[in-house]
Nanobody, 123 residues
Framework: QVQLVESGGGLVQPGGSLRLSCAAS????????MAWYHQAPGKQRELVAAVTSGGSTDYAESVKGRFTISRDNAKNTVYLQMNSLKPEDTGVYYC?????????????????WGQGTQVTVSS
């Protein structure tokens, strides 16, 4: 089992910044990609940003130029630097990891999700 623990959420004013962190622990061989998802109240969960173990990144169009995803492989931790926050950024941010483990002598991939951290952007 893999545990993902998010932190860094909170209440900020529009235009403010937050830095989210997600640390992975548990039983796995390695982590390929890690990602952040956003779920606004009453809306579907959507991909915000993703980063591979090699450092390549992808972003949702709505956050390009404002958010930056980064990763510390030694710490199995992914970060999301959120700048120029807007009210529509409000919601729960979930961490996801594409993990690799051995099952019955075979290498398998599986996804793990964190419990989420609340971000509220409001005056």
């Amino acid at each position: 089992q893999v545990q993902l623990v998010e932190s860094g959420g909170g209440l900020v004013q529009p235009g403010g910044s937050l830095r989210l962190s997600c640390a992975a622990s548990g039983s796995f061989l390695s982590i390929n990609a890690m990602a952040w998802y956003h779920q606004a109240p009453g809306k579907q969960r959507e991909l915000v940003a993703a980063v591979t173990s090699g450092g390549s990144t992808d972003y949702a169009e709505s956050v390009k130029g404002r958010f930056t995803i980064s990763r510390d492989n030694a710490k199995n931790t992914v970060y999301l630097q959120m700048n120029s926050l807007k009210p529509e950024d409000t919601g729960v941010y979930y961490c996801r990891a594409d993990c690799r483990r051995t099952i019955w002598g075979r290498v398998e991939n599986f996804d793990s999700w964190g419990q989420g951290t609340q971000v509220t952007v409001s005056s």
